[in-house]
């Protein structure tokens, strides 16, 4: 195995993490207004308790979710210049839109509860959904465009708009992030609280995990027979299986296994788009002449030979320390963690 192929399977692995960690953070996000709200809530105190129980299943953690994308982009900058260069200017908006959409959320984690007023926070509470919403349904529309194909030149330009993304395939893509990211996230709340949140979010899973799952299995099957391997339609069977075991373990009450195989699901989805990708990392739908692949878009063996001896060294350190962090917020948290007298203002000063 040639350093340029070894890198390309690092990125899969970097880009797997990044959708398992992140994937339940943007769910919880997403379950935000739903489980802290009226239908759920009996008052707007007991609400607003809620909606703190859910950012207190994800404070300690989602900013080190975060570390997997920044790593993802610098290493795919690092190692395929090309890739990077051709990808960056193509979907210039929607990454944007991600970057910015994040950006939101990460603000309405930190600044929600600087004031009591109810409209202060439900206003940052709706940055907190819509930073979730819009960057999981915007990585499944890039991501199934890689790998289904954009138009690029002989010059490796890409040639089409924002528009030509938004085809069946792509939207597709979009909607299974979101109700995969969904499912993950709601069995997550299920595993880290108690009392009534926690069967809450299990009817939730089983309502959208069902969903997840056929539009999940329609996106895959549609990869595999268009552009399918023997090693693609492995791993849409294992993350097809892993999927209804999670949704026969939440019916169950058995959250950890769940939620081990929503995280399963999800890596073998996303292994599923590298293996159908492999040996191209931009498929040219113009002409497969103008694809660009491992060979014509990795940098040179030098660059590939540092990042490796770096990547031996620190990935080790940044996962025991991850792993160390999820451990010590192991514990399961309900609105009676939440004291009485916290300022739970509900109108206007």
Known sequence: MDLATFWF????????GYFVLEGFDFGVGMLLPVLGGK???????????????????????????EVWVLTAGGATFAAFPHWYATLFSGFYLPLLVILVALILRNLGFEYRHKRPEASWKARWDL???????????????????????????????????????????????????????????????ALKTEGRIRLEARAIAERVGTLAAVLAVALLFWLGFTDGKAASWVTTVVAAVALLGALAANRAGREGWAFIGTAVTIAMAVATYFLVLFPNVMPSSSNPAWSLTV????????TLKVMTVVALVFTPIVLLYQGWTYWVFRKRLGTKHIPDDAPLETADR
């Not at 399977?9 to 797997?16: D, H, P, Q, S």
């Not at 597709?172 to 979101?178: A, K």
């Open 295 to 302: 060979d014509n878009a990795s940098s040179t063996d030098y």
């Open 9 to 16: 399977i690092v990125l899969g692995i970097l880009w797997t």
């Open 39 to 65: 239908r759920y809530a009996t008052d707007a105190v007991d609400a607003e308790k809620r909606r703190r129980v859910l950012l207190n299943t994800i404070g300690p953690v989602w900013d080190g979710n």
């Open 127 to 189: 940055a907190i959904f819509w930073g979730s919403v819009a960057p999981a349904f915007l990585w499944g529309v890039a991501l199934t465009n890689i790998v289904r194909g954009v138009p690029i030149d002989a010059s490796k330009e890409f040639t089409g708009n924002v528009f030509t993304l938004l085809n069946p395939a792509g939207l597709l893509g979009g909607f299974v992030f979101v109700a995969l990211f969904l499912t993950h996230g709601a069995i997550f709340v």
